[in-house]
């Protein structure tokens, strides 16, 4: 497929970024590797990857010095806010000298990662799953909002789609994107129509040739069914989406009592954050990378409306023919 064949769309997400489509390739740990980001974003969407996909400051200049070399279009960076990251500062000082186009925060207050980047002329916009954190970053100056709803991989929110955007679209002035089980371009339709200003797109980009994973992974995706997604708190100790397997169900989807009151403790919630992450994030760093027994792919209930593996520019393609079909198909 030809990306160029089609007309762009234009929203409010894509006037203030400069891209031609409202998709971001989602920024998805240990998936969203340099080819992925520029292969999304070359194709008229806009890809994104975490800063904690790379184990050093340095490592993460240098992919995204090598993003900008592969892309002259508008790709974004997601940074973890929160006390739990202790390279928060330093990632940001990157995404600053790099004027990384836009900045997407998770997981903390965003006021000092909004700042730095309006100064060199950067968007940034924050995940959020309630309408009162919506609110809060709009105050803070944040550009637009990413609403996790239900159905999200990684860390979803508890509200359907069908609520969360038109709700916060009601109540926030600024653009809200919809992120949660969008695999298809009839559900980039009916998100705009709820609202949105774009759609954030994570799963389905896992089954492209540029994401450097396990083929056991995107096999898995492929075979999977929405009802194999379950919500497990071992990996971070918030819940968060993932295929269930042997593994999965071997482990349990709750925290031992001990660690349950240990992140509910006001001294000890920090530390106990940052050594849950670090176990999550080895766990799906050995699944991610080749075979293990130990199966903990991140994925969400889009899976059930994926069923091949096409390159990047072809999924955008697809994405937005889709979308101009599924907008024919609509009574009038």
Known sequence: MNQTSFRPISTAFTQLLGCDYPIIGAPMFLVSNAELVAAVSTAGGL???PSLNWRTPAEFREQIRKIKRMTDRPYGVNLIVNQANPRVAQD???????KVPLVITSLGNPKETIKRMHEVGSKV???VTTLAYAKKVEGLGADGVIAVSSGAGGHAGPISPLVLIPYLKKNIKIPVVAAGGIATGAQVAAALVLGASAVQIGTRFITTPEAAVDQAYKNAIINAEPEDIVMTKKISGTPAAVIKTPYIEK???ELNPIEAFLFKHPSTKKYMKMIRSYI??????KAV???TWKEVWSAGQGVGLIENILPAADVVAELVRDYYAACERLPR
């Open 47 to 49: 890809g994104a990857t």
């Open 92 to 98: 940001l000082e990157v995404c600053v000298e790099e």
């Open 125 to 127: 916009f924050c995940d």
């Open 251 to 253: 482990q349990g989807l």
């Open 280 to 285: 999550g994030s080895k766990a799906l760093e």
């Open 289 to 291: 990378a080749g075979p």
